[in-house]
Structure formats: structure tokens, C-alpha cells
């Protein structure tokens, strides 16, 4: 159903990173979200009621808060289609993230209501009435969300969306979850336990752990997270196919939502190049990773002695001191300046976030180390988090 409508109401659907196509994608499934949701709701709503479950009905409303999500998520896609203004000049996209933030809470509010529901049912049972009726809707439920959970999950992975990810999380947990209530329905009727209250308290968990998940993928990016090594290693690709870009550094990838990405790098060239020709290169570095990765990039150019013999043979020294310390350090920018008294060997060393030495007492370590080797050596260091 949901391709028969991409070709109806999308126009260009196979372009998956125009702002536009995402837009009219995100709009398009939570629409049909919101539909089918309230047929859920409406189905199960009757068959709690006729049945006297709690966790049939707890299951209906939780279709019912699902109709609620999908409508924050259609509302949040077109907010996030918005273009830039003079307050918003890299547009609007973290709504996106945003909205996927509010189903999440959502999710988490009707998991709690639900397993307070449920521990009441366990200290007060009630009498439970079967029909084949029952067991068809839920039957049918499980189906339905099965169908959103594989249009949601595709969907998300082709535009990339983080809210549509975490909407087909949320209709997995819901599918795991109906056929619980299932499970216990039948039970109940051919065993005569009363697991009722049990099984929507396991509902509600499980609704409570895909609301700690949504949460979590929608806040990720917007409190900041590393690339994709995917995405690192198309850049890496990119920008090192030039011969006279040596190596690159200090990769920062701001994310602007969805479609909206800024890059910013640091470019090792030849010292002894030509300036001109050098600048024409980062150039055009700098247009091919916004046509072929759809980003806006900004390349500075850093110079580095390749033809010295002595900077390398120090900078070769250098590397070997600081991975004998720890194997997961790296330097560039490396340069020297030699002095009558003492040479200064300035660098930058690149740590893990997890990594046991404070910047000081590391620079500390590293120029000891240095000095052990020749006393006329000072290090002059900066400190760099490793960010992929």
C-alpha cells in the first residue's frame, strides 16, 4: 500500500535526500499511521470492553496514543521542510528530531498508565470473557503492525530519518506486545489462570523500554554524536583523491537535522606548493562533497614540510615516542623550530575520549619522553579528542 502511494502522491520518490521527497515521505506514512492506529484503537477499544481486559484495552490505548505520535511526527516533517530565515539561517530540520523526542514521551507516559493498570488488575481480577471475535482483532492487530513496523523501518532507512526509525521500533514493541496480550487471552480461557494483569504489566515494559530507545535516538543527534564511519570514510575518499592533499584532520560534521549537514576539516598540503594551485584543490574538494554527499564543506589548508629529511626524522621519532605511551595516539601538524639552545618540536596529538591521562600531565609525559632522547628537545603541544 505505502509504495502504491509514494507513486501517487510523491513526485521524483526515488530523489530520498531532496529536503522536499523526505518531507512528503515523513507526511505520507505518518498520515497512514494515523489511520491505521485509529482502526487499531477502535477494534481492540470493543474487544477490551466486551471482554472485561485490562490488557486488551491498556493495548487499544496505546494504538490510540500511537495515532497521537504519528500526528506529531506528520506536524514535525513539515515544520522541519520549513527553509532558512534570518533567525534559523541553517534551517529547520532538528524539528524532525524534536517530534520524534515528543512520541517518545508520549510512549513512556502510556507505559506507566499502562503497568498502573495492570498491577491494579493483579490485586483485583475480574472475570474474563472469550470470543473468536477477540482472538481475530488481535490476530489482525499483530498483522497491521507487523506491515507499519516494515514500511516504517524501510522508509527510515531510505531518508534516513531518525524518527522514523524509532516510530518502527515503537510498532515492533507494539506487535511483541499485542501478541502477549494474545498469548494470556488464550491462556486465561483454556487454562482458566488469571495472567491478565501479569501479561499488561510485560506489555507495559516492553512499551516502557521502546520509549527509553525513541528517546534516546532522537536526543542523540541533537545533543551532538559522531558520523558514521560510513560517512567519515566517503569524505576520507573524496577529499584524499586529490595527490596533493596528504592526509586530513580535525573532521567535524555538524548536524542541522536530516539533509542539513555542515562539514569542517583540516587539509595537509606541501609547504612547497603552489599557493594558487593548492587553493584551486581545496576548492574543488570542497564542491564535491556538497554535490556528491549533499553538505556544505569548509577545508583549511594546512602546510607541512615533505621534503625536509630532518622534520621527518623527527616527526618519525615523535609518532614512535607517543605510541609506545598509548598505541591509539596520533599526531599531525607537525613542524620544527631550531633554536641555538634548544629545538622546539610542535605538534598536535589526537585521544580517545576514554583515555587515562589529563591533557597537562600527557603533554607532560611526552615531552620527558622527548627529552630522554635528546634534552635539547621541547615539545609544544595541543590536545585533540579523537571525534570518529
Known sequence: MITLLTRLFIKDRENTTAPGVRQAYGMLCGAVGIGLNLLLFAGKFFAGMFSGSIAITADAFNNLSDAGSSIITLIGFKMAGHKPDPGHPFGHGRIEYISGFLVSLLILLMALELIKGSVSKILHPEELIFSPSIVVILVLSILVKCYMALYNARIGRQIDSAAMKATATDSLSDMLATAVVLAATLATHFTGLSI?????????????????????????????????????????????????????????????????????????????????????????????????????????????????????????????????????????????????????????????????????????????????????????????????
Not at 528517546?215 to 545533543?223: G, K, V
Not at 577529499?239 to 562539514?263: A, C, E, K, M, Q
Not at 601538524?333 to 633554536?339: E, H, L, P, T, Y
Request: proline share 5%; aromatic share 6%; with cysteine.
Open 196 to 388: 491478565d494483569g501479569y501479561c499488561g504489566v510485560l506489555v507495559g515494559l516492553f512499551i516502557l523500554y521502546a520509549g527509553f530507545q525513541a528517546a534516546r535516538d532522537t536526543l542523540n543527534p541533537l545533543l551532538g554524536q559522531p558520523p558514521e564511519p560510513a560517512f567519515v570514510k566517503q569524505i576520507e575518499k573524496i577529499v584524499l583523491s586529490y595527490p596533493t592533499i596528504l592526509g586530513i584532520h580535525d573532521l567535524i560534521v555538524h548536524n542541522y537535522g536530516p539533509g542539513r549537514v555542515l562539514i569542517s576539516l583540516h587539509a595537509e598540503v606541501s609547504a612547497d606548493g603552489n599557493l594558487l594551485e593548492l587553493h584551486d584543490t581545496i576548492d574543488l574538494a570542497e564542491h564535491r562533497l556538497r554535490s556528491e554527499l549533499g553538505c556544505s564543506a569548509v577545508i583549511h589548508m594546512d602546510p607541512v614540510c615533505i621534503h625536509d629529511e630532518q622534520t621527518q626524522k623527527l616527526k618519525a621519532m615523535a609518532q614512535q615516542t607517543i605510541s609506545r605511551i598509548d598505541g591509539r595516539l596520533t599526531l599531525h601538524d607537525f613542524r620544527v623550530v631550531a633554536g641555538p639552545t634548544h629545538t622546539n618540536l610542535i605538534f598536535d596529538v589526537v585521544t580517545p575520549y576514554d583515555f587515562d591521562y589529563s591533557d597537562a600531565g600527557l603533554c607532560e609525559l611526552i615531552d620527558r619522553r622527548l627529552k630522554e632522547q635528546d634534552p635539547g628537545y621541547c615539545a609544544v603541544i595541543d590536545v585533540d579528542k579523537q571525534m570518529v
